[in-house]
């Protein structure tokens, strides 16, 4: 008998190990990267890469992992389901569905759009604009820009800029971790280039200018 007494003592120990973690579902955030800037590009964008499916299927949200600590209590422990005990064997922890649906995203969206259309794209079809590696617009050669138009195009690439930075933001907070929010820049970063149209510029990495 003496060797079942620990037995409540070591689940109550087992329950204060267990970490649930949710880790930033970077296969979700590429979905929504991929949705928000194909709006924002337009139909002339173009083919992206091929999507990275989540491990559970493809449902939304995914499962994130469950970590518990290893159980080394010899013949006791494999006779016992230490989990169902604690109270906790069908605990799962879901990734949050990144969502772009807030109002506000939808706005910054809808604004970007009609810049892109109306000051951008002919300037990314003459290579005079790319996209950055922060996940912005910049002026690669403003030789290519009409000089009547220079001053309009700045404006509007610095409004794309700080349109770009508070959606990256926007998003992580609406999801719940605002902490996410250079994790999305960067997987928007790479969508933007994914997305777009063939001949137009990026930068890469380090910093250099690539054409598609």
């Known amino acids: 008998m003496r ?11 087992l329950t204060a190990c267990v970490t649930i973690n949710v880790y930033f579902p970077a296969a979700e955030a590429k979905e929504a990267a991929k949705e928000f800037v194909e709006k924002v590009i337009g139909d002339q964008a173009g083919t992206a890469t091929p999507e990275t499916k989540p491990a559970d299927g493809g449902k939304p949200g995914g499962s994130a992992s ?33 969502s772009i649906k807030t109002p506000a995203i939808q706005a910054i969206q809808s604004r970007m759009a009609q810049r892109f259309d109306g000051q951008l794209r002919a300037h990314f079809d003459s290579g005079a604009l790319g996209f950055a590696s922060n996940g912005t617009v910049s ?30 933001r926007e998003i992580a907070v609406a999801n719940g971790h605002p902490e996410w929010e250079a994790q999305i820049r960067q997987v928007f970063a790479r969508q933007w280039v994914d997305s777009a149209k063939g001949g137009w510029w990026y930068q890469d990495a380090g910093g250099g200018w690539k054409q598609k």
């Open 3 to 13: 060797r079942w007494m620990g037995v409540p003592v070591a689940a109550v120990m």
């Open 66 to 98: 469950l970590k518990v600590p290893a159980l080394e209590w010899g013949q006791l422990a494999s006779r016992i389901d230490w989990l169902s005990l604690a109270g906790i064997g069908s605990a799962q922890a879901q990734s949050p569905d990144i």
């Open 139 to 168: 002026v690669r050669d403003a030789s290519k820009i009409p000089l009547s138009d220079r001053v309009g195009v700045n404006q509007a690439v610095a409004d794309q800029g700080r349109d770009s930075a508070a959606v990256y």
